[in-house]
Nanobody, 115 residues
């Protein structure tokens, strides 16, 4: 299994920004971010291809979040701008270790956006 180490969560005021980082060991066919708010199902946020060239975001974060990958460091980033209280959740890094299906998960990092 690929090991994923997340960082960058914290408390920020509405309208502010945070950058989440996830360092992966081993090959990742896909990497991405999910989030889960209390009482809700885990929600897809964004993904990036192995090359870092193809990206995809869920509608709720389009125009505000950017996912990118540093191939040399095998690290994926989630730049979160114009944060809203609705973005408050535990954010999980995820990866596909043998295909483009996610099968490895990080421990999660808390993002809290105050109003």
């Amino acid at each position: 299994q690929v090991q994923l180490v997340e960082s960058g969560g914290g408390l920020v005021q509405a309208g502010g920004s945070l950058r989440l980082s996830c360092v992966a060991s081993g090959r990742t066919y896909v990497m991405g971010w999910f989030r889960q708010a209390p009482g809700k199902e885990r929600e897809f946020v964004a993904r990036v291809s192995e090359s870092g060239r193809t990206t995809w975001w869920t509608d709720s974060v389009k125009g505000r979040f950017t996912i990118s990958k540093d191939n040399a460091k095998n690290t994926v980033y989630l730049q979160m701008n114009s944060l809203k209280p609705e973005d408050t959740a535990v954010y999980y890094c995820a990866a596909g270790s043998s295909s483009t299906e996610f099968d490895c998960w990080g421990q999660g990092t808390q993002v809290t956006v105050s109003s």
